[in-house]
Structure formats: C-alpha cells, structure tokens
C-alpha cells in the first residue's frame, strides 16, 4: 500500500514538473514566435533577365523631343500661376509664410521606405546607420556591397534587375494608411521618389514608373485614396537631385547629370542597366524635375512637399524655390499646406516658411524654429533583413521617443522599412501598435500641445495645451508614492488628474515645488491605466 502510494507520488510529481516544463517551453517558444525572423533576400534559382524593351538612345530617338515640349508648356503654366498667384519664388516672399497649426497639431507621421532597393535589403554600416535604399548605387560604388552583391546575387544581376522582383504583392495601401490611424499618425508619406529616379505613380515624364516597372500598379493612387478614406494627410516625397540622369550635351551627344551637374561621356552598357526607363533632357532642372514635381502635385493634391537630395546644389540651381511657391500657390484659398527645409545646399535652417527636419535628433531647442524628427525604429533607413528585436528600439523607447521630440517642439516622422514584396516586418507593426495603444490614454499630452517654459527635468517632460490652460507632466519612469516638479502652479481649487484613469489626485504646494500624491492602489503596476509613461494633467490658468 505504501509502494502503491509512493508511485502515485511519483506519478503525480512527473506530471507537475512536465506541465511545468511543457509551460515553460510553451512560453519560450512563443516568445521565439513572437516576430518573424527575417531570411536574407538571394537571388532566386529560377530568375531570367529581362531587358527593359527601350534602351536609352531609343527614348532619346523617340521621345526626348516631344516630352521637352510638354514640358515647355507645363513650365509656363507653373510660372504663370506663381506670377498670378501671393507667393513668388523668393525669400523675401516666403519667409513671412506662417507654417500651419495643423501639422503641429498632428504630431507623429509614418514614413515609408519602399522601392527596388527593399529586394536587396541589406547595407553596409556608414557610421551609427544603414542604408539600404543606397543599394543600386552602391551595388556599383562601395567595395563591401559590391563583394556582398556578388555572392548573392552575382556579377551579372544589374541595378535595374531588381524591379523584375519588386513585386508589392503585399503592399496593401489601405492597410498602412489603416495602420497609421489606428497607432496615432496623422500624416503618411511614402518614399514617392527616391535618388534612384523611380516614381510610384505612373508618369508621363518617365517610364521609370511603378505602373511601367516593378508592381506595374500606381502605388500612389492607392494610398492617396486610402488617406483621404482615413483622414491622413498625404506626403509627397520627392527628391531634388537623382544619382544619374541622360542628358543631350550641346553637341547632340548623350551625357550624364550627376548630382545637378552635366558631364559628357555615356557608358550605354552602363546606362541601360542604371537608369533604364529615363527619357534624356538636354536641361534636368527645367525639362524634367519641375514639370515632373507638377505634374504630381497636380494629379495626388499632397498635403506635404518632403523634398530631399538637394545638398550637392544651392536652391537656386535646382528653382526649388519656384516649386515652393508654385506648392503654396496652388493650394492657396483651398487648403493649408506644409513644405520641409531641403530645397537645396545651406537653407535647412534659413528656410522660415519651412519644417526644419532632424535624424537622430540634431535638434532639441524648444524655443526653436517647428522641427520634425525622421528616423526608423531601427539604425537603418530602408528594409535590412539583418535588423532584429536587439537593434529595434522596445515599445518603451518609442514612447519616449515621442515624447521627448513633441516636448522639444518636434514631430516625429518614425520611418517604416517594408521588404520587397510590400510586407512590413512584424516587430515593426508591433511596435506601432503598442505606440498607438499608450496614445488613446495619453494622446491629449501630446496631440495639438505646444512646448511649456522648458523640456524636461531628466525623466519628466512637459507640454502645456494649445490655450494655455493646461500643464502636461509626462513621467517615463514610474514616480513612486509621490511626484515632485518645480515652478508649476495650479489654479486654486483645480484637480488633478491622470490621463486615463478617473479620480484626482491629492497636491500641495510649498514654494517653487509642487508635490503630489500618489495613491497605493497605484503603486500595482497592473492597476494603472497604461505602460511605459503616464501623463499627470493640471489646470494652470
């Protein structure tokens, strides 16, 4: 009988140390499960090169003509309407040119970084970053990607071979512009048209086009209509400058724009597998980017001009300051719009009328000039498949992230790095997720809030309301049992409160501190209305 129930015992031990174990595992294995793990994009087996059916000296043969012609028209409309129009292409003219309260208001757009490079998606360290959508230029420029390119792709894939597996099959527009929405973005701006010259709307001044190339779609289209569908605003980005464009030198022959700048010599070999699809100009500026930059304002109406890649030339060189005031003019009396700062070399910060754009945090003033902050959730601008949970900064780091940016009279445009197929790496979308869940508790420290007498004092930030009436204390460490701040003075007899959770909070003041009370229940981490920051508002006025 004893033997009998000592076997039981035992039975019943096994059984606890295997549901244990079993748990455990159970647990761990999920936790392994939680995020995809990316694999590294190689060249499929079973890929065939397909030449685009132009080369260039065809295009130029038969199309530079006429599309220098429309372009020409297209020109004299643009300079008609800012001739017509308040706003004329000029700093004297544009500086006075308020930025609107909206994009203040709004505080957090998403960027999205898409485009032939995402198939590649890899990039070596250029020092604390990566950047993957450099990848057709440096698959031809930098020795280490070139050594990588080789060995996974081989000598004979080209630049341009990635648009035959750029598919965006699962590119769905109205689910990130859904996913904006639903974490607390108010503005969406896609990479429209990044260095490489490939737009994503179907162009009738390139064949370097989403429609011609790649998911043979007009990707724009559908995520204008999305945003208006959602009410996001809608960005437009759209670089100034291209690696390499064909341009017709003086003497008739072809030669290559480099940066704004023309040279001669054109290396067809070469050419064709860079820059297949781009018709041949004799003048970039004038004959393809400005009328090109119309024509997509006029047919997407953006709400944003997020222009980029102008550094290498002044403004003038590039008449970004034409195409500034023709954005302006345009939407005059029908809507307020917004441009940011990179309209060419040394005017990121001279640019009044403009939003003055960080990465990394390069600006942190509150009494500044209206910034925003563009960065991705990790060190790389353009999906690399290398990037993992350990180089992603945790949902709590995001949180503060945004906080500390709105705070310092910043707006964060947090960059999303889609693979080549559309798909969004899932520990970004978690991300996202977890930003958005923390800012329908604590969203109104933060939408349409302006910077309070200074920033921060170490984990405490701080914003006031639009009307002034409000202080905002925004704690990214838990304050204990009471939380001390100095030079805040709530109007006699107000409450206190935190976001989130009803009730108010017990407060004294004694000289320049203000101390409050945090009730025990609090101090369970389980009981309080949110993680990873929690937002104490106090009537001030």
């Known amino acids: 009988m004893k033997k009998i129930q000592q076997l039981k015992y035992i039975k019943l031990l096994s059984f606890i140390v295997f549901t244990i174990s079993f748990s455990a595992c159970k647990n761990q294995t999920e936790k392994m499960q939680e995020f995809r793990f990316e694999v590294q994009p190689v060249r499929p087996g079973d890929w065939i090169q397909v030449k685009y059916k132009y080369s260039i000296e065809q295009l130029r043969d038969q199309y530079s003509e006429r599309m220098m012609q429309r372009a020409n028209t297209d020109l004299k409309v643009l300079r008609d309407v800012n001739e017509k129009g308040p706003w004329k292409p000029t700093w004297e003219s544009l500086n006075p040119r308020p930025i609107p309260d909206w994009i203040d208001d709004l505080k957090f757009g998403l960027f999205i970084d898409w485009g032939p490079w995402s198939v590649a998606g890899y990039a070596t360290r250029k020092g604390t970053h990566y950047y993957p959508d450099w990848y057709e230029f440096e698959m031809i420029k930098d020795s280490a990607v070139i050594e990588y390119h080789n060995q996974f792709w081989g000598k004979d894939f080209r630049p341009d071979d990635l648009f035959s597996l750029l598919s965006g099959q699962d590119f769905d527009a109205e689910k990130y512009v859904k996913l904006a929405k639903d974490c607390g973005a108010g503005y969406f701006i896609p990479f429209t048209r990044h260095h490489g010259g490939w737009t994503l709307w179907g162009s009738k001044y390139t064949f370097r086009n989403a429609v011609e190339m790649g998911p043979h779609r007009d990707i724009y289209k559908e995520i204008a209509d999305a945003c208006r569908l ?10 100034v400058a291209e690696w390499t464009y064909p341009v017709i030198m003086p003497d008739g022959s072809l030669g290559v724009c480099e940066w704004g700048i023309n040279k001669p010599g054109f290396d067809s070999e070469k050419m064709n597998c860079t820059c297949s699809g781009k018709i041949p100009v004799r003048d970039y500026v004038t004959d393809y980017f400005l009328p090109l930059s119309k024509e997509v304002i006029d047919e997407y109406d953006p709400d944003i001009l997020w222009l980029d890649g102008a ?45 003055w754009t960080s990465e990394f945090l390069e600006i942190l003033d509150p009494t500044a000039h209206k910034w925003e902050e563009n960065r991705s959730m990790s060190p790389s601008y353009g999906y690399h498949w290398q990037d993992n949970e350990e180089n992603t900064i945790s949902s709590a780091k995001l949180v503060n992230l945004l906080v500390k940016t709105v705070a310092n009279n910043g707006n964060l445009l947090l960059i999303l790095n889609p693979t080549g197929s559309g798909r969004l790496p899932e520990i970004q979308e978690q991300r996202l997720r977890d930003l958005g869940a923390w800012l329908k508790v604590n969203g109104e420290g933060i939408y349409s809030t302006r910077p309070w007498i200074r920033a921060s004092d170490g984990d405490i930030y701080y914003t006031r309301s639009k009307d002034g009436q409000f202080v905002y204390i925004i704690c990214l460490t838990w304050p204990g049992t009471e939380l001390s701040v100095k030079d805040i003075s709530p109007l006699t007899g107000s409450k206190i409160t935190m976001l989130g959770r009803k009730g108010r909070f017990k407060w004294i003041k004694t000289g320049p501190d203000m101390n409050i009370t945090i009730p ?18 106090v009537r001030i006025k």
Request: hydrophobic share 40%; aromatic share 16%; net charge positive.
């Open 230 to 239: 959602y009410g996001i605003k809608l960005g437009l980005y759209h670089s």
């Open 311 to 355: 550094w290498a030339q002044k403004a003038e060189h590039w008449h970004s300051l034409e195409l500034a005031a023709y954005f302006f003019n345009q939407a005059e009396g029908r809507k307020p719009v917004v441009i940011n700062d990179r309209l060419g070399d040394k005017t990121r910060r001279i640019t009044e009328f403009a939003l």
């Open 520 to 537: 025990a229940v609090l101090q369970d981490e389980n009981k309080r209305p949110c993680d990873y920051g929690w937002v104490f508002k």
